[in-house]
Structure formats: C-alpha cells, structure tokens
C-alpha cells in the first residue's frame, strides 16, 4: 500500500520534471501572459471606475463655479490600452500555451515510445490490443491538464494576487498584507480541502469505470449465449449498478465541486465586502481620495476572474494524477540489465535446436524434435495445419519467445556451432542478422517507400523499384497516384491481403539477413503468382539459412537454386488424433 | 450578492446531476438497443470498440448537458435582464451594449467559417500525423524486429512537430473568434466608461447623459463585463458541443429514438411446455448479405427426441447456420418456428464454438445463463461431463475459482463446463456447436453420452464435422454437398 502510494507521487513528479521543468522558460512565459491577460482585465475595470468618479467629482465642482484641471486624455488612453491589451494577451496566451501543449505531448509520445520499445516482443504482444490503444489515447489526452489547467490557473491566480496586493501596499502595508495572506490562505485551505474530499471518489470513479468496462466487455464476449437463453436483460442488471454507481459518484464529485465554487464565491464576495469597507474608511481618513478608493474595490472585483475559474480546473487533478500513473511504467520500464558480454563476436554457421514437452507444440510432447540449420541442410521446411504451433516455433527460433525463459531451459536445447548456449544467450545471438515474415501482415500508415525501407537509412528509389519488381509489385505501384510516395494503411491506399503480404515480403528483400523466416509467405497469393515470386526470391534465399513454414507443401519449393538435398522437413501431424 | 452566490452553486449542483441523469439514461438506451439487434450486427464491433462507445463516449456528453445547454439560455435571459437594468438608467448605454453584442455573434461565425475552412484543407494531413504514434505503437512488433527503434523514435518526434504546426495553424484562426468576443467586450466596457466619464463632466450635454449620477454611472459600469460574461462561458463551453456531436454521431448509429422508451420484451417469455413440441425450419435463405445468399430454402421439421446434424467443410459456413437458426443473425428469409410460434420467444441453449468463461467462480460461471438453479443441479451437471471433482473437495466449493493456481482450465475442460452450464438452462431447444472439438477421447466419450442421455427430451441441433455424433442424428446435412438427406434408422 505504501509502494503504491509512492508510486503515485513519483508518477506525477515524474511527468511534471519531464513536461514542465524541461521546457519551464515555455512554462513561466505563459504564465506570465495568463497573468497579463488577468491583469489588464482587473486594470480596465479599476481605471474605468477611477475615471468615472475622478469625472462626477470633477462635474460636480465644475457646476459649482470651480476651476477644476482634470487630465481626462491620460486615463482615456489608459482605458483603451487596457482594452486591446486585454484582447491581444489573451490571444496570444492561448496560442503560446497550446503551442506548449503540443510540444508536451510530442515529448510524452518520445518518452513512451522509448519505453516501450525497450519491450520483450511477448510483452507487447499484450500490451497493443485495441482495448489498450485506445485507453493509452485516452490518457494522453487526460495529461494536457497538468499545463493548462493545473499549473497556469492558480500560478496566475498567485500572480494576480501578488499585483493587487502591491497596489494597495501604495497605501497600506498592513491591509496588503492582510489582504495577501488571509486571501493565499483561505483559498489554499479550500482547495487542500477539495482536492482531499473528491481525491477518494475520483479515484474510486476511475477504477470503477474500469471494472465496468472488463464487466462489460465479458458482457459482450457472453452475448450470443445470453441472448440465446434470454438472459441478456438479466444480465445486464450488474451493468446497471455500474451505472448507478456513476451516477451517485458523479454527484457527489459535481456538487463537491459546486461547494467549492461556493466556498469561493464567498471569499471573493466578502473580499469585494471588506476591500468597500476599507476604502470608505480610507477615504473618509483622507488616505486617499473617493476615485482612487472605487479603483481599489473594483480591482478587488476583478480579482475574482482568476479566482472563480479555479475549483473547475483544478476538479481534473485526479484523472491526471491517474492517466500519469498509468503511464509511467510504459516510459520507464523496469530496467534490465543487459550483459552485453554475451554478445557474439561472430556469426553462427551451426545452428541445433532440441525440443520436448512444449506446451503450444503439440508434436514436441510426443517426441523431442530436432532441428538444424547447417551447411549440408541450410533450408528447414515445416508444414501442419493451423494450431499445430508452427508460429511458436519459428518465435522459438528467432528467440523471441522469452516468457517462460525459466523453463525454457528444460524444454528446448540451443547449440549455437556446437556449443551448448543459455535461451538468454540464444536470443541475444539471434538477435541480430535474422528477417521474420511473421503470419500477420503490418502495414504501417505512411508511404509505400517508407512501408518498404522501413529501419534502412539511405536506399535509393532504384533498389525499392527493384524489389517491388521481384514481388510483382512494381506495375500496381506505377498505377498508384504518387508511386513510392502514395499512402498506405488507414487513411490511404487500401490493399488487398496479397498486396499487403507481398510489401512486408519486400521489406525483407532490401536486407542481407543470415537467416530468413518466412511464416505463411504465400497467404493470400493464388497458386500460380506465389510460385513466380518464390522463383523470383529465390536467388536472394540461396545464401542464406531459410525457414519456411507452410500449412500444405507446394511442389515449387526445392529448386535448381534451392536443391532437393539441401531441404530438411519437419511435418507436423494434423492434431493429436 | 449572496442570492448569486447560491444560486450559481445550485445552478451547478442541478445542471451536473441532470448530466448524470442524461448519461444515465444514453446508457440504458444503449443496453436496451443492444439487447433488440440481432448479435452478428454488434459483434462487427470489437467488445472493446463498444465499451469505449459505452463509457467515454457517453461521458463526452457531461459538457454539453450540463454546461453549454443550459449557457444556451442563460446567456439570453442574462443579457436580457441586464439590458433593461442598464435601459432603465441610462438608454443610451444600453443601445450601447446592445449594438456590440450581436456583433459578437457574427464575427465569431465568420471566424469560424475561416477555421472550419482551414481544418478542412488540413484534414488528412491532420489526420495522419496524428494516428501516426498510435500507429507506430501498434506496429511496435516490426518495427523492433527490423531494428527501425531510434529512425522511428526521430519520425515520432518529427511528426509530432509537424503536427504541432498544422494544428497551430488552426488554431490561430479558430482563437480569433475568442479574441473577437474578447475584443468587443473590452471595447465596449471602455467605450461605456468613457462615455458615463464624459457624461458626468458635462462635456456631453445631449441625450439622457444630464441625469447619470455617480452611482449609477458605477452600476452600469459593473454591470458591462456581467453582461458579456455569459457570452464568454458560452464560447468557453462551445467546445464541449463539439465533443458531444461527434460522439453523438458515433453513438446515433446504435439508437433509434424508441429506445428512449421502450421496456423490455424478455417477459414474454411462452413457457408452456407441451408434450411433444416440433420445430420447424421452413424456406431458410441464411448469409450476410442478400447479393450472396450462402444457403437458399432449407427447409426441416424436428420434434422433441429427434436431431439434427450439420457438418461440411471448415469455412463452409456450419457455424453460421446454426447462428441463423439461433436467430444471432437475421435470415435472409424464412422462418424457423417452435410450436408454431417464432423461435425468438422461447429460450435456447446455444453453445458457440468458442465457450464463454467468466472470470470468476465455477459457481458465476454455471449460474450465469440460469440464476436460480439449485447447487445439487449444477452437480449433478458437472457429474455429468466428469468436472464434479474440481468444486466437491475443495473447501470453497462452488466459489472456487476458475484461474486458480495460475494457469486456469484447460480449453477442453472450458468446452464441458460451457456444455454444463448450457444443460442447467434446461431448454427444450438446444444448439451445440462443436460441441466434440478440441476434447480428448475420454471427454468426448462423457460428452457423447451426456447428449445420447439428453437427447429423449429435447430438439438437439449438432454442428460438427466429428463422424461419432452420426449415431445421434435423425437428420443430416452435409454442406459440402449442398444436401439434406434423411437417414433410415
């Protein structure tokens, strides 16, 4: 409970050093314009009403016979400046604070990506589901209120106060005093107490809304057996109570929030009170005179611009803290040590795999299966039918599959050129020099040209054009609006899932790999082009060690570059029938 | 002052707890809907799409109940009132006022047409840098696989400037239309402050200027920026509308306007349980879409003790088939009618091909579809498929739960449980698809005899490509040959 709590401080300390610290002249400049903005509003409003009583006291003295030199131009002008500066600040602080915004997010979306890419394969796996994607949207969105509405709102407020208090200190240190701290304190005190009271229940909301949505997504997963045995309705009832549940809570939060609206409301409300006590008194002693006194109460008036805003803003303070929290462990993955030591010097040119007992192969729990690459037999061929476990393996083999790393040890047996290695080991060895055409297609949302050259710095547009070609590709990509520069994946080209196969095909094709798996490469090619292109690749493979897993053997695969002799098969029977 | 005060406070109280209440009620109407439309058309959504519909979308329209539908009237009645409050004293101020404030309006349309305009000349850029992280995050997998991290890491930051910039774009022109407000509000407050100042000095000797005072003059004064205010809070919320609209219009594709009203219609549930009951399949035309019917005219009559078995070739669409007849998609035509009454109103025991395990207890799993049965019952139904052992000896018995000891059941064991829980239902109809797959010889044998058992008192339909529920069937159509044929027993 402690750690945890913990880890929440660190969360939103964490974010606020990032987004806040790093880019704090950004941050304090546009303080400063919310400042201004607030600042040249009190400042209307004040002068406005110095003018008016300077004026009647003037008009009054003027139609008693005197002789009276108002400056009328001064203020006049004065009014004016306030009025468009007032505009132009307040223009310019929106812009500049949503230009920090945007700067913030950019560096959240770095510091994600950095931590997540620093993933095991497995764990990522189930990490970008769409349900995750689209909570992970949900709270990069929450963390634009750390800026805009939980930093600048009572920083300016602060500010605010600061001026208004100097203002008076022209004529009275003890009443700025006074009016400072009784005002920084009283509404500090409403706010701790706010922030405390709906601090439970705006958590308790959040996690609710998540186990609402794991109850209603088992909902939906039940769907067709519910409304089967018309128990659909029934069912439902417990998403009901969710909602019920909301309702209650979100009234409380909303009429919290309403008391502390109240609560300052009243402060500012008894702050106009004393401050038209005090001038009077003021005035009367000859302190100063009546414009000067309309000025201060209704700077004091305007005062409550920055401060009615408040309870609103700073009511989001928990579903930041929470998105913060939530994405924290994806920046900062817990760290691993490497050991670098265990990196290979040189490439393997042997390569032994034992395998027994592994539990999504279902033939390796028959007997224990062996596979080699080696110079005699370069190319493994492995066919069964779906769900035999052919995609594990070859996650297996690419060293990939990390997750049961402790028992790993007893299932399969690695020899990298004879010598028997750790899983560790293995995987850090593979790591590098292998292509993966794994079974599901993806197409990143960009151009073809970068879809293609994806992770290869430096490619010319002949070599692209020379790949497409080999995967019949290059006459499609003529015909296409932009050629190489023409949009793939959601908002753009559509494809079809031969196209789609054959590009990720093609991003293989543009490397010197020492290994190649291929995973299903012929998914969604009818018979005759799949054979063209395996001819077509064929001299790319001849070099290399391949993998190919298919669920039915086409009779193209050994060739005069790819001979007989050279193929290892490994057939996985259908089932354990 | 203090009227204000409250009144703002329960002005908040009243406006949240009807947004709570109208969220509510989007929900509900959602649930209700949802339980009327056929389940293929739902399940087109991910369960995870339509929790997200469920919950954030319905919440994004918390803004527009509680703040900006009721600003809508609040800034007319407001404006109103201080108008005639300032008429009343000076008219001339008041014109004023009323000359600035439909200007406000006008210009923030016409500023809004500009941004608008510009969203639009942006829209797919816009849109494409903005998934692009997202995206990149979804393709994490290859893109660690072709060593593309840190040339990835670059494009994210370099996206996210570029985003940056056609937002800000936007942006500049869309905050015009605040500073529009902004401006004339300020304008005016200073024009009105010049204009009662020259009044009171007596340099304006027209009009009503002769009889402002001091105090009134101040009044009007402190009543210019209450005037604008609502005006401003408006455009505060406007925001709030937009998010709303476009979550309305995601959600207006699930909800028709009966839904609002409408109660259930589970209650009419017919129950009489006659002796011999009959079902009958009459002229079904099943598919997705009436272009491509996947099967025309199936036509079968099945009486209580009869069964019929579905096989075919995997992709040759057994599944849904018995999802047409179950009525989770709609035929195409036809009818299949029990008792003479459409199937829909009597409740079916279905078992989908992939059972639905909730994480929960063996008990929350067997009762879900059947509330009310008893603990023998479901014992008796474990005995039955050999799960009884898992919940007898172990203390918690029926609230033992499914994922102890880490690795949960095995997807056999899931298959009988699901078949368990479809038995307690105790229809007379029952809809088993595959229920023999993925089980090892000894299951299949209890699962075998369960049906050989069950079969006497119920209307049993086998989707399955297994050759041993032969032995069951009555009826049997092969789709792989498109024909129904009739076995002589």
């Known amino acids: 409970m402690k750690n945890k709590s913990l880890n929440e401080v660190n969360s939103l300390r964490y974010w606020s050093i990032i987004l806040l610290w790093r880019h704090r002249n950004r941050v304090m400049i546009g303080a400063l314009l919310v400042f201004l903005t607030a600042a040249f509003a009190m400042a209307l409003l004040a002068l406005s009403g110095w003018f008016i009583t300077a004026t009647a006291l003037a008009g009054i003295s003027v139609a008693a016979g005197a002789m009276l030199a108002l400056d009328i131009y001064l203020p006049g002008s004065g009014i004016r400046f306030f009025a468009l500066g007032r505009t132009v600040s307040r223009y310019m602080e929106r812009l500049y604070n949503h230009d920090s915004v945007l700067r913030q997010l950019s560096l959240i979306r770095q510091q994600l990506f950095k931590g997540l890419s620093t993933f095991r394969t497995s764990e990522l796996k189930k990490q970008t589901n769409a349900d995750w994607l689209s909570r992970l949207t949900a709270d990069l969105d929450s963390m634009d209120s750390l800026l805009l509405r939980l930093l600048l709102p009572p920083f300016a407020a602060v500010l605010g106060l600061l001026l208004l208090s100097l203002l008076v200190s022209f004529w009275s240190y003890t009443a700025a005093l006074f009016l400072f701290t009784s005002t920084l304190f009283l509404s500090c005190m409403i706010f701790i107490l706010f922030l405390r009271l709906q601090e439970n229940d705006s958590k308790a909301l959040v996690t609710l809304f998540n186990s609402a949505r794991e109850e209603f997504i088992n909902h939906m997963n039940g769907l067709p057996e519910l409304r089967c045995a018309k128990m659909q309705e029934h069912h439902q009832q417990s998403l009901l109570i969710f909602t019920n549940k909301f309702n209650k809570l979100q009234c409380r939060l909303v009429r919290l929030q309403a008391n502390a609206q109240l609560a300052i409301n009243t402060l500012h409300s008894i702050m106009v009170l004393v401050a038209a006590i005090c001038s009077i008194k003021g005035a009367q002693e000859g302190l100063f005179d009546a414009p000067v006194a309309v000025l201060l109460v209704l700077a004091v008036f305007a005062f409550g611009e920055l401060l009615q805003l408040l309870p609103g803003q700073l009511g989001v303070l928990g579903r930041t803290r929470y998105a913060a929290e939530r994405l924290y462990p994806l920046a900062n993955p817990a760290e691993e ?58 996650e297996l083999i690419l060293g990939e599959a990390h997750e049961q790393s402790e028992h790993l040890g007893t299932i399969a047996c690695f020899k990298l050129d004879g010598q028997n290695v750790s899983s560790e080991q293995y995987s850090l060895s593979l790591q590098e020099g292998t292509a993966y055409l794994s079974q599901r297609n993806s197409i990143l949302a960009d151009t073809l040209f970068i879809n293609v050259t994806l992770g290869l ?67 969604g090619l009818d018979e005759s082009m799949a054979e063209r292109i395996w001819r077509n690749i064929a001299p790319w493979l001849a070099d290399k060690y391949v993998m190919l897993l298919v669920h039915k053997s086409p009779d193209f695969v050994s060739s005069d570059l790819l001979p007989q002799q050279h193929w290892q098969h490994l057939q996985f029977s259908s089932e354990d029938e | 002052m203090v009227a204000r005060v409250c009144l703002l406070r329960a002005q908040e109280q009243i406006s949240g707890a009807a947004s709570a209440a109208g969220r509510d009620s989007v929900r509900l109407a959602l649930l209700q809907s949802w339980q009327r439309q056929p389940v293929s058309l739902i399940q087109q959504y991910s369960p995870a799409a339509c929790a997200g519909q469920w919950l954030e979308d319905t919440e994004a329209f918390d803004g527009f109940l509680a703040r900006y539908w009721p600003q809508q009237y609040i800034s007319v009645f407001s404006t109103l009132i201080i108008l005639i409050a300032v008429y009343i004293h000076d008219w001339l101020a008041a014109l004023l006022l009323l000359l600035s404030a439909p200007l406000i309006p006008l210009f923030m349309v016409l500023v809004g047409k500009g941004a608008e305009q510009l969203n639009k000349n942006h829209f797919v850029s816009r849109q494409r840098l903005a998934g692009h992280f997202l995206d990149r995050i979804k393709n994490l997998t290859t893109i660690k696989r072709l060593n593309a991290e840190t040339q990835t890491l670059d494009e994210v930051a370099q996206r996210s400037d570029r985003y940056r910039d056609v937002v800000m774009k936007t942006l500049k022109i869309a905050f015009l239309s605040s500073a529009v407000l902004e401006f004339f509000s300020s304008v005016a407050i200073a024009s009105i402050a010049l204009y009662i100042g020259f009044s009171l000095l007596g340099a304006i000797s027209w009009g009503p200027s002769a009889e402002l005072t001091l105090l009134s003059g101040l009044f009007i004064l402190l009543l210019a920026p209450e005037f604008f205010q609502p005006l401003r809070t408006f455009a505060q919320f406007y925001h709030d509308k937009a998010a709303a609209l476009a979550s309305a219009g995601q959600l207006i594709l699930q909800l028709i306007p009966d839904d609002f009203n409408k109660v259930s219609s589970e209650s009419e549930l017919t129950s009489i349980r006659a002796s ?80 639905w395990i909730i ?87 209890l699962v075998l005899s369960v049906l050989q058992k069950l079969k006497p008192s119920v209307v049993l339909i086998l989707v399955s490509h297994d050759p041993a529920l032969l032995t069951l069937a009555d009826e049997h159509w092969d789709l792989s040959s498109l024909e129904s044929l009739t076995i002589e027993k």
């Not at chain 1, 040590?337 to 034992?354: C, E, F, G, R, Y």
């Not at chain 2, 035929?331 to 299949?336: E, H, I, M, R, Y």
């Not at chain 2, 199937?343 to 992939?354: E, R």
């Open chain 2, 276 to 355: 011999a009951s009959q079902l009958d399949i009459q002229r079904l035309t099943i598919g997705h879409s009436n272009h491509y019917p996947l099967y025309k005219n199936l036509s079968a009559r099945l009486r209580t003790g009869q069964c019929l078995l579905v096989s075919g070739r995997s992709g040759s669409g057994k599944s849904t088939l018995l999802q047409s007849i179950a009525g989770l998609l709609p035929p195409l035509s036809g009818d299949v009618l029990f008792n003479g009454q459409p199937l829909q109103q009597h409740a079916v025991a279905y078992l989908p091909q992939q059972p």
């Open chain 1, 337 to 394: 040590t490497k050991d670098t030591s265990l990196l290979p010097q040189k490439l393997w040119n042997k390569l032994d795999i034992h395998l027994s007992g592994h539990p999504y192969i279902p033939a390796s729990l028959k007997q224990m299966l062996t596979l080699e690459f080696s110079a005699a037999k370069p190319y493994l061929l492995v066919t069964g039918r779906s769900g035999s476990g052919k995609s594990t393996l070859a």
């Open chain 2, 359 to 445: 994480n929960g207890s063996w008990g929350d799993n067997l009762k879900v579809l059947s509330p009310d049965v008893s603990e023998q019952d479901m014992l008796e139904a474990l005995a039955l498929l050999g799960l009884d052992s898992y919940v007898r000896g172990h203390p918690n018995g029926f609230g033992r739960l499914i994922d102890e000891q880490g690795g949960g059941i095995s997807g056999g064991q899931m298959q009988r449980l699901a078949l368990a829980r479809t038995l307690l239902i105790g229809s007379e109809i029952m809809l088993l698809d595959e229920p023999t797959a993925s089980l090892d010889p000894q299951s299949r044998d």
């Open chain 1, 457 to 523: 710095p430096d490619i010319s547009d002949e070599k692209v054009w020379q790949v497409l070609r080999l995967v019949e590709l290059d006459e499609w990509a003529k015909s296409l609006p932009a050629d190489l520069d023409s949009w793939l994946g959601d908002t753009g080209q559509e494809l079809s899932g031969g196209q789609a196969r054959r590009i990720c095909l093609a991003r293989l094709l543009l490397r010197a790999p020492h290994l190649v798996v291929l995973d299903e490469p012929f998914n």
